[in-house]
């Protein structure tokens, strides 16, 4: 959907390129995440694929077409792509309504439709349309300031979101919360999605494929599991972090790992150590903590399916990471 070939960014005055010879893909409907420290290329990334940033080098693709051609109007290519700036960019002079309405004016749709849309959007973000519509975005808190940002950039229905650390201004239990809500969205919309974080955990939560750069080169990318069980380098698994084992049992499912068994131990029963199918075996390790056994039972909705050993556990994490 999106491809980037041999890309490369070296701003005027500079000798560095900012973006240096990255090539990759983008697959519709997924959740591509950029991470990497200050300065290694994530914003320009974004902003050479909705040509606010021009390449110096190679060529970027979206549907098969050359962003670059001269066809393309860039004003009409960004009227596709919807782009949540970082630092949230909402206009201080102008209302939440007008803010979200931005777009959507600018293509000229009548005010009815208009008028429904924005606030069909708020409420899709968890906003109160009619308390918010009229405030101007200093009478909001960050989180909400976020959520107008992300209605905004989803106002003409656009098939490409760029999203640069969109959640990056609250603090974590709101992140928490905004990232959850943006997923259960996402989940109806199956947008194309570029989204700019620091933070890996972040980037793991929200990813279908991650994208590692460091210092305008991309280090590594694949999916959260694929970098999780083979870091490439030593960077990569400095940003992963000395819990990657907890990260990668954050990501299997119990019922990957269950072994299925119509005799549930008396000991389960009692203490009631239960896990549902769904959850991730992080949470068979919490259980077995609070309670504290070696054994919980699964749960696939009223049905027990079977149970998880902390054996099982080890011996899947020792499968899964491999000596890294
Ligand atoms: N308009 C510009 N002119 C000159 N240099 C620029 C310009 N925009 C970015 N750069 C440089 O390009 C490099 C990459 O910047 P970019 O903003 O893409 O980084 P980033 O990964 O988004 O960082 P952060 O996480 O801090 O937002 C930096 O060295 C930056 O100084
Ligand atoms: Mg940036």
């Known amino acids: ?29 997924n959740i591509c995440v950029f991470v990497g420290p200050s300065g290694c290329g994530k914003t320009t990334i974004l902003r050479m694929i909705n040509r606010l940033v021009e390449p110096t080098g190679g060529e970027i693709y979206i549907k098969g077409k050359k962003v670059s051609d001269k066809e393309v109007n860039p004003d009409e290519l960004r009227r596709e792509i919807g782009y949540v700036i970082q630092q949230i960019g909402l206009m201080p ?17 009548p005010e009815e439709k208009i008028s429904l ?14 308390e918010v519509s009229r405030k101007y975005p200093y009478q909001l808190s960050g989180g909400m300031m976020q959520r107008v940002g992300v209605a905004r950039a989803l106002a003409a229905d656009p098939p490409i979101m760029l999203m640069d650390e969109p959640f990056g201004a609250v603090d974590p239990i709101v992140r928490g919360r905004l990232q959850d809500e943006f997923l259960r969205l996402q989940k109806a919309l199956k947008k194309t999605i570029c989204f700019v974080t620091h933070d890996i955990n972040e980037a793991i939560k929200m990813g279908d494929h991650i994208v590692i750069m460091n210092k305008g080169e991309l280090v ?35 019922e990957e790992l ?44 009223a049905e027990m399916i079977g149970t998880i050993s902390w054996e099982d556990i080890k011996k899947h994490i020792n499968m899964i990471s491999g000596d890294n």
């Open 93 to 109: 002079h102008r209302t939440v309504e007008q803010n979200v309405a931005l777009v959507p004016r600018l293509l000229k749709w």
């Open 1 to 29: 959907m999106i491809v980037l070939d041999k890309v490369d960014k070296v701003f005027p005055g500079s000798t560095i390129p900012a973006v240096n010879q990255i090539s990759f893909q983008i697959d519709e409907g």
């Open 117 to 130: 849309r924005v606030k069909e959007l708020l409420e899709t973000v968890g906003l109160d349309a009619e």
């Open 258 to 301: 269950v072994t299925r068994t119509k005799n549930i131990p008396e000991q389960i029963i009692e203490k009631d150590s239960f896990i549902l199918a769904i959850d991730p075996v992080q949470r068979a390790l919490e259980i077995m903590m609070k309670k504290n056994s070696d054994l919980v039972g699964v749960r696939d909705g």
């Open 220 to 254: 590594q990318h694949g999916t959260p599991m694929e970098i999780l069980c083979n870091p490439a380098n030593y960077f990569v698994k400095d940003l992963i972090g000395t819990d990657r084992e907890i990260k990668l049992l954050e990501l299997t499912k119990s």
